[in-house]
Structure formats: C-alpha cells, structure tokens
C-alpha cells in the first residue's frame, strides 16, 4: 500500500489548497442553505396571507345561502379604506339588485345605485333577489354608491309558509323522479342532482345518470300543481346536454330569465338546502 503513490503518480495536494477548497464548499453550501430558507419563508408568507383572505371569504360565503333562507343578516368583510366624513353617512337600501353585465357592479332596479363590497368580494350569489342592505355611502354628496356592511335576503327564499311548500314539493319530486321522467328504460337510473324555482309551481329538475361513465344529464322544466292533497306534474320543456351544453329537445321554455333559486338536498340535515 506504501507504493500506491508512485505507481499511479498521485500528487500530495498541498495543505493550503485543501483549506480553500474547504472554505469554498462551506462557503457554497451557507449559500444555498440561505437561499432555501428565503424561499420557504416566502412560501410560508404566501400561503398564510393567502390562507386568510381564503379563510375569511369562504367562511362568509358558505353562511350566505342559509342565512338567506332563514332570513337573517350576513355580515360582510369591513371597508380597509380610510374612512372621511363623506363615506361615514350611514345607508339603507330595501329591493331587487342585480348586475349590471355591461359594467360588472351591483345595482339595483332603477339602475340609479351602486353597491360595492370589500376587494375579492362579491354580492352575486344576490343577483336578482330581494334583499336588505345597511351600509354606508361611499361619497355621500351624490349618494350614488353604497358600501355594503351586512344584507338579508327578504324574498320568496327567506318566507317560512314558501320554503315549507318548497320542501314538500321538493320530497314529491324525489320520491317520484321515475314518474316524471317517464322513460322506461331509464328507470331507477337519474339521479336528482338539483331543484331550481323559477316560480311557486314551476321548477327546472337537473338529472344527472351517475353509474353511467359519461354521466348522461338531463334537465326538465315542470309545472306542479296541488289537486286534492296530491301533486300533479306536467313537462313544459326537456334539454339535453349536447357538446358540454343544455339544448332544448322538446316543449317551450318561457323562464329562462325568471330569477331562478337553486336547492340540493343535504343528507346530512336530510332536507333540501338552498344553495343559489
């Protein structure tokens, strides 16, 4: 082993050259090590910040189609402006509101007010419902736009003797979803996946054949009417999905720009809940 050195020619590195390459190794992994914490503590900075504005939001917007059915206020996230004297005059609105497609802001009926939410917040789940509103005025010398601090729905949705003829017309039409498709060979197959009231008597039914693999959908347009204790059910119209669209098949469709409220049923609470 003594002669290894002279058989494969092997030079002693110096002492000297090896403390710098040492240094430079350390010197090169500090570096890395720094960039790596920089990075995760970005991330953690990120995904916290982000966390929140998610946390805040969501939790707001899972409350809002229950306290819209049961008729109570919603509070909204706080305006981060700096308040004036101007923006302090508190607001009330009571009506419709809706959007306004050509500028992308809440309005109401008379298209005469705006009302603004907090940023990456929205009031579409309200589109086209009748609400109540308390906030203030954003600039109140033209009192043109309200800044929204809380709202409730006052509507047909938030009414106890309509969301009980809702609910049992809702457990007629699951109890008897095979009827009202009325096709043989699809018997026992659709399932409901959601009700929509465009009117007291009048719902679309959105199916969908979930132990198909391409989960066929279906979607009807019925009117329900009570005779005698019992519920009677007539097809007004039938879309089919066709191209990742809904294509009227059959029957005339009058409702499609009726304000709509959606439900899915909740096993859990094992009724049907509002949901838009």
């Known amino acids: 082993m003594k002669h290894v050195d002279s058989v494969y020619k092997i030079k002693k590195i110096p002492i000297e050259t090896k403390y710098d390459v040492i240094f430079v190794d350390i010197s090169k992994f500090v570096f890395i090590l720094l960039c ?5 503590y970005s991330l953690f900075l990120f995904y916290a910040i982000h966390d929140d504005k998610y946390t805040e939001n ?9 306290e819209c059915e049961n008729g109570t206020w919603t509070e909204l996230p706080a305006n981060k402006k700096i308040r004036t004297a101007e923006s302090d005059e508190k607001a009330s609105f009571s009506g419709v509101i809706s959007t306004d497609m050509r500028n ?20 579409i789940f309200y589109d086209n ?3 109540e509103i308390d906030g203030r005025y954003d600039n109140a010398s033209d009192r043109r736009s309200i800044f929204v601090e809380k ?9 106890s003797d309509i969301r009980t003829i809702r609910q049992d017309m809702m457990q007629y039409i699951s109890h008897n979803k095979d009827n009202i498709i009325m096709r043989t060979n699809a018997k026992n197959a659709f399932d409901i996946e959601d009700i929509t009231f465009v009117d ?3 719902v679309y039914i ?12 279906m979607l009807l347009l019925l009117r329900i009417d009570e005779n005698n204790g019992a519920y009677v059910s007539q097809k007004l119209a039938e879309y089919a999905l066709i191209d990742h ?5 059959d029957g005339v469709d009058l409702y499609t720009h009726f304000r709509k409220s959606t439900y899915e049923y909740n096993k859990n609470l094992k009724k049907w809940v509002l949901i838009w």
């Open 36 to 40: 790596f914490g920089v990075c995760v």
């Open 58 to 66: 969501d939790e707001i917007t899972a409350r809002m189609a229950s």
């Open 104 to 123: 992308g802001v809440m309005k109401n009926e008379n298209r005469d007010l705006i009302f603004t939410t907090s940023k990456n917040f929205s009031l």
């Open 129 to 131: 419902r009748e609400v």
């Open 151 to 159: 709202i409730k729905c006052i509507g047909k949705e938030a009414n």
């Open 200 to 202: 007291d008597n009048v």
């Open 206 to 217: 959105y199916f969908v054949q979930k132990q198909v693999d391409d989960s066929p959908q």
């Open 245 to 249: 669209k809904f294509k009227l098949i």
